[in-house]
């Protein structure tokens, strides 16, 4: 049994993460050095049809990394993390036809956001 850097909870070595808040430890860095960051969950998705990942960043160098969810994840966290960019999307609502617009997409918001 390991103990989670994160929030405590102990769980067995042989998982990649926490299952209770999902985090794990960044060991080493892409040039092979130590980070010792905290990977914390950002996001879930599905990945062609398979199973469902969380994806997780650095808190200390921000690099990016998915993990496979598991059958003993805290299904109240997996919901929290995936609903996040709803409560809180990552750009100002009432400016998304502008968005939509620069990005090259096709469609009329019908004045909803404007």
């Not at 599905?46 to 960043?57: A, F, H, L, M, V």
Request: hydrophobic share 30%; net charge negative.
């Amino acid at each position: 049994m390991i103990e989670c850097e994160n929030c405590g909870t102990m769980y067995d070595e042989s998982l990649d993460h926490c299952p209770e808040c999902l985090c794990s430890v960044h060991e080493t860095n892409d040039d092979g050095e130590d980070c010792g960051g905290i990977y914390e969950p950002i996001s879930v998705w599905i990945k062609d049809k398979g199973r469902p990942e969380i994806i997780c960043r650095c808190q200390f160098c921000g690099a990016l990394k998915t993990e496979l969810i598991d059958h003993d994840d805290n299904p109240i966290t997996i919901m929290s993390v995936a609903t996040k960019p709803l409560a809180n999307p990552p750009f100002p609502i009432e400016r998304l036809q502008e968005l939509t617009d620069l990005m090259g997409g096709q469609g009329d918001m019908g004045g909803y956001y404007k």
